[in-house]
């Protein structure tokens, strides 16, 4: 029986082949499917939540205090996120070249701020002047746990003309316990001139012109929470003086139980304790006349975020693309992942040296051995034309 018989019509073989149905105009291509429609969606969404993030940490870092338990976010993660988000780009085609642009921008955007690649270093070499070597550390609480003569031996071995060390305290549960270890400092550094303000201490074999203290009223433990976080020594330098600034700014957040207001309470007031230091920091800069090396540590990852005004310029150490961290999450196993301890200079001072090393068995934060050089001669003050 033939095909035309059961009604079935012969196929014309000079007849165009069946049009394909399709869900859209002929000549285009179908539309994502499900799936990878969900996936732009996603990747367009953390896109601008990163942007809104980034933002928001440029503008609120160091002057709203909600902001604080965020901005402790590794800066590490201002390249890592971004750059997952790149990778993940190919999954959204209708949009991945927009989107990659918006990427690569955050990127690098991020990396300027965390100080991933070059520009940050500011060290001079063979700049004129005199040259003074100065060694900052968080001590973590003093030698509370170490072996004292090891940690008396670590410091000698720097050879500093300025020692700029925090945490010369104990610590028993919540609370500070004043210590004086002043005897022992001088046996261990003969000729060395030792100031004391709360838990921080200067030493220096130069001459002192001015050691300030901010007097505290009141007994108990005021003199840790109600003291300077700031101790200014006038050191003569050559034939200058120069101010150096030994900083431990307080611990900007409270973690607690979110759901009671204590938390809540307890978090605005660190935060208002760290931005009020900050400030009286700053304004003893603006009415020093003298130049200034102001260093330690600032428990914030964004000091690039709150300048200290008074013409001061940040430093970080040369010959790395990496930034440098010196402080882990917590104790001495885990990773290194923020920078807390910073440099400040201002006036005409320059930096020779600046680098992060040693510490680690006495202390969780990293020792920075600076190389300051002072001018022997002031610039001179630009002469007023008269008509």
Same mark, same amino acid.
């Given at each position: 029986m033939s095909a035309t018989e059961v009604g079935v019509p012969d196929k014309d073989p000079s007849s165009p082949p069946a049009a394909v149905p399709t869900d859209? *105009?002929?000549? &285009?291509?179908? *539309?994502?499917? %499900?799936r990878r429609r969900r996936a732009t969606r996603l990747l367009v969404a953390a896109t601008t939540a990163w942007t809104v993030f980034l933002v928001l940490t440029v503008l609120l870092t160091g002057r709203w205090w909600p902001w604080y338990i965020v901005q402790n976010t590794p800066p590490l993660a201002? @390249? #890592? !996120? =971004?750059?997952?988000?790149?990778?993940?780009?190919?999954? #959204?085609?209708? !949009?991945?070249? *927009?989107?990659? /642009?918006?990427?690569? !921008?955050?990127?690098? #955007?991020?990396?300027?701020? #965390? %100080?991933?690649? *070059?520009?940050?270093? $500011?060290? $001079? /070499?063979?700049h004129p002047g005199t040259p003074v070597k100065v060694f900052v550390w968080s001590t973590r609480y003093w030698q509370m746990s170490d072996d004292k003569d090891a940690f008396y031996a670590f410091l000698r071995r720097q050879d500093s003309d300025v020692y700029l060390l925090q945490e010369y305290l104990y610590w028993q549960g919540d609370e500070p316990v004043r210590i004086d270890d002043s005897a022992r400092l001088r046996a261990e550094f003969p000729g060395y001139r030792l100031s004391v303000e709360g838990e921080l201490i200067t030493l220096t074999r130069l001459p002192v012109v001015t050691a300030h203290h901010a007097p505290v009223s009141g007994g108990g433990d005021d003199w840790y929470w109600k003291g300077s976080k700031f101790q200014r020594t006038d050191i003569r330098v050559g034939g200058r003086t120069v101010s150096f600034y030994n900083v431990h700014l307080p611990v900007p957040f409270h973690l607690g139980n979110p759901l009671k207001f204590s938390t809540y309470r307890a978090l605005r007031d660190r935060g208002h304790w760290w931005t009020g230091e900050l400030r009286k920091l700053r304004a003893d800069l603006a009415g020093n006349p003298h130049p200034a090396v102001v260093s330690g540590d600032f428990n914030s990852s964004w000091m690039k975020l709150s300048s200290l005004g008074a013409g001061t310029r940040l430093h970080s150490p040369d010959g790395s693309w990496l930034p440098p961290r010196s402080w882990p999450v917590s104790g001495f196993a885990y990773p290194r992942l923020w920078r807390l301890d910073w440099l400040f200079t201002n006036h005409d001072l320059a930096v020779a040296g600046d680098r992060f090393g %040693?510490?680690?068995?006495?202390?969780?934060? @990293?020792a920075q051995e600076?190389?300051?050089?002072? =001018?022997?001669?002031?610039?001179?003050?630009?002469?007023?034309? &008269?008509?």
């Open positions: 859209g *105009p002929v000549g &285009t291509a179908s *539309p994502p499917d %499900g201002l @390249v #890592a !996120v =971004p750059l997952l988000l790149l990778l993940l780009v190919p999954l #959204a085609r209708p !949009v991945r070249l *927009p989107l990659s /642009a918006v990427l690569v !921008v955050l990127l690098l #955007a991020g990396a300027h701020l #965390a %100080g991933y690649g *070059p520009g940050w270093g $500011t060290a $001079t /070499a063979n %040693g510490g680690a068995e006495f202390s969780d934060h @990293v600076i190389r300051v050089v002072v =001018p022997d001669r002031a610039p001179s003050a630009p002469s007023k034309s &008269t008509s």
